[in-house]
């Protein structure tokens, strides 16, 4: 069923028409719909019935789908109820329009329709505008009955979120209703504190899932979320929730709580606490107005990572795997109510203080250092830590990178940082060593929680990747990449990989656009996806951090969204639902790159959600814009083809008797099968297809000789080509289709079989 709202009526029978933005000397035209008094349609029919009047003139009465697709209505029927109830309109006897037609093909589920005059003048005046808030049949639904199997790897928007409640849960329910689906869900994130949501000082910060959440600190609420109401909701409302088990940096940065919380307990002795080069441990509200989902974050001050602090890790392992194990009940009892859990979002060395100050140099780390260096202590053969052993370096080795001679290990020093750093290769192990140290606290984490129980694929990490704007700055990929002349705060995307779960990276700005430079020479998303296939986002906004008021626009956020579908996502947590609303942009409190509702996101979002609904999550789609784009998606023409996007498709001008398509770059699984399937329409009968993958160096293999498209099993969604799998994982589809006619293609998608 199809249902249109009519939010917007410009004219009532009974009023003189309006019309903004019209010129002095122009009358407008007035008029009313009748139908869709109740707003419904079937199918995707549209009945429209109504009556308009113009005194300059009416010229005609046009339907405009979308902004673009233009359709005219039959006019001059007669309406005696118009001339009876208004005499004094000249033309009020035939003032009666009807449209009638099947616009089944041009929804796409989240479209407006608007109905306005057009005068003799050239003057339009819009009646009403109808928003359609259904969803048109899934092209994919013949293929996904096919294909029971595909409803096992959905692909979910889970909007972060806090302070929840049945309203909250209700409104979202509302507003995405007719989106989920089997491949496509919708649900929400919450974090839930287990450092601060305690019993207490008396109770030794026990972590306590009913915490009392109206409990306040310094005239701010401790926390506005407990597990166990976050659950009973969940339960209640039939809302699958993904939970932020945070106990780092942002878990304490609202307000100093030490009675509650057990970060801010254990940074009152400096012993537990990330020490900068100085020797120096700064109250954690040392820093203000940080930008952050919190106003003036309190992020100075951060527990210390380094293995010897047994103290911190005790108390952090025992309050995380108390919150895993009462969601690993949860989801065992509701699994279909479980996206997973997030830990600990941006683990960190302190970066805060943008090289005023360094971090760790703890003693406890430092100790680490010496023991990592020469793979004794933990790293020894048979330590905790032997699997992350290095080859060791001799005293003689780190006195003489050091430049100074050192009589035994325990004189060893983390070296401090230079006016250049970057180029010392004494530092460049230092900073290696910090990125391990972050590495192994994902690590730890994700254990701790998989040892509850937790399926290993619904635990992620939680790193930030923050943007850079040139190439000699980009971040580090791996562990012991080169240092970089910024404080990378012991960052990489190898780090962020645990052994027991996957990556999860939190990205804003450039970043979210996937639009920053990498060490690799390949892009973001496509590194990511290298480095975990299953990788999620659990926190992301396109606006960036130092540009609070501008949102971005619908172009931006199609190019970035799409991306992020076709690079093998689990999940997407945009900031915020409770965030900034996009209706109040520009006005006092507004912040972008906390708003998520009623922007282009989220439209956008809708759109290709709508698009994908029936697809597998692993699949790769590429629409060629939606109601508000047009755009290739990167697509190329080869061989002498050129190719426009327009109305939705691409278009391919063929050049030398076929149109030939180079895919954007690509990442599959090289050991997986394909099914491509191609909506085309415009080719000849007995025209033929071929197929093949530009790997690495551009070496070509072959995935489908030139063969009859018409003898391929033709469905709603387009042609269906198996193809075998690829053999190596980076590289290009090449398309080529018989024709000497241009070619309109709707969508391109790749599926792994």
Request: proline fraction near 7%.
């Amino acid at each position: 069923m199809y249902r249109f709202l009519l939010f917007s009526i410009a004219c009532l029978a009974a009023l003189p028409g309006c019309s903004p933005d019209v010129p002095e000397a122009d009358h407008p035209a007035i008029g009313f719909i009748d139908t869709p008094a109740s707003g419904q349609f079937t199918q995707g029919r549209v009945e429209l019935v109504g009556w308009a009047v113009d005194t300059d003139g009416l010229q005609a009465v046009e339907i405009l789908v979308n902004g673009r697709d233009l359709y005219v209505a039959q006019t001059g029927l007669e309406r005696t109820d118009v001339a009876a109830a208004r005499p004094d309109l000249k033309d009020g006897l035939h003032a009666g329009f009807r449209f009638s037609a099947d616009l089944t093909k041009t929804l796409s589920g989240q479209d407006t329709l608007e109905v306005r005059t057009l005068d003799r003048h050239g003057h339009r005046t819009t009646l009403a505008t109808l928003a359609y808030t259904g969803t048109p049949p899934s092209p994919w639904a013949e293929l996904a009955a096919r294909h029971p199997e595909w409803k096992d790897d959905p692909f979910y928007l889970a909007v972060g979120t806090s302070g929840l409640t049945d309203a909250q849960l209700e409104d979202f329910k509302a507003e995405y209703a007719g989106l989920d689906g089997a491949t496509v869900r919708f649900g929400l994130r919450v974090p839930i504190l287990y450092m601060r949501t305690t019993l207490g000082a008396a109770a030794d910060w026990t972590f306590d899932p009913a915490f009392d959440v109206s409990t306040r600190q310094d005239d701010k609420v401790v926390a506005e979320d407990a597990l166990n109401p976050v659950i009973a909701l969940a339960i209640a409302h039939r809302v699958p929730i993904l939970f932020t088990l945070n106990g780092g940096v942002w878990a304490d940065a609202r307000a100093t709580a030490p009675a509650w919380d057990l970060n801010d307990h254990l940074e009152e002795d400096r012993a537990n606490c990330q020490w900068s080069e100085k020797g120096e441990v700064f109250p954690d509200d040392y820093l203000k107005n940080l930008p952050g989902s919190e106003s003036s974050p309190e992020l100075a001050n951060s527990l210390t990572l380094n293995v010897h602090a047994d103290t911190v890790r005790a108390y952090k392992r025992r309050n995380l795997q108390a919150a895993a194990r009462i969601i690993q009940r949860f989801a065992q009892a509701h699994p279909e109510l479980f996206i997973g859990v997030n830990l600990d979002p941006d683990v960190y060395l302190n970066p805060f203080f943008s090289r005023k100050a360094w971090f760790d140099y703890n003693p406890g780390a430092v100790q680490q250092f010496r023991e990592w260096l020469s793979a004794s202590g933990p790293y020894a053969e048979g330590g905790p830590l032997a699997a992350y052993r290095r080859a060791p370096i001799t005293l003689e080795q780190a006195s003489a990178l050091a430049g100074r001679p050192f009589a035994d290990w325990t004189q060893v020093a983390a070296p401090l940082p230079t006016e250049q750093f970057w180029k010392d290769p004494w530092f460049g192990l230092w900073e290696q060593f910090r990125r391990h140290l972050v590495a192994l606290h994902y690590e730890d984490l994700a254990r701790w929680v998989a040892e509850t129980g937790i399926d290993r694929a619904k635990i992620f990490s939680s790193q930030g990747f923050n943007p850079t704007r040139q190439a000699d700055t980009a971040m580090p990929v791996f562990i012991d990449s080169p240092t970089k002349p910024y404080d990378t705060a012991g960052v990489s995307i190898e780090g962020a990989k645990p052994t027991h779960g996957h990556l999860g990276a939190i990205l804003y700005g450039d970043s979210a656009r996937d639009a920053i430079p990498m060490e690799n020479g390949g892009t973001l998303f496509a590194t990511l996806q290298a480095f975990d296939p299953d990788w999620g986002i659990p926190e992301f906004n396109l606006a960036d951090l130092d540009r609070p008021q501008q949102v971005v626009d619908a172009d931006t956020a199609y190019r970035a969204l799409l991306g992020i579908a076709n690079n093998g996502v689990r999940f997407l947590s945009p900031m915020a639902w409770n965030g900034s609303n996009g209706l109040f942009q520009g006005q006092p409190g507004f912040v972008a790159y906390t708003s998520w509702r009623h922007t282009p996101q989220e439209t956008v979002f809708k759109d290709l959600a709508i698009q994908r609904q029936g697809l597998p999550r692993s699949a790769k789609l590429w629409p060629f814009g939606l109601r508000l784009n047009d755009a290739l998606d990167g697509w190329q023409g080869e061989a002498g083809t050129r190719v426009t996007a327009g109305r939705g498709a691409l278009q391919a001008t063929p050049g030398g008797g076929a149109a030939t398509l180079l895919s954007p770059p690509l990442v599959l699984d090289p050991q997986r099968p394909q099914l491509l399937v191609l909506a085309v329409e415009g080719a000849p009968g007995g025209s033929q297809v071929e197929v093949a993958w530009l790997g690495e160096g551009e070496a070509r293999q072959t995935l489908l000789p030139p063969t009859a498209l018409d003898g391929f099993p033709r469905s709603a969604a387009g042609y269906a080509l198996a193809l075998p799998a690829t053999g190596s994982r980076a590289g290009r589809l090449w398309i080529r289709v018989e024709s000497q006619a241009t070619l309109v293609i709707d969508r391109v998608a790749l599926i792994p079989r």
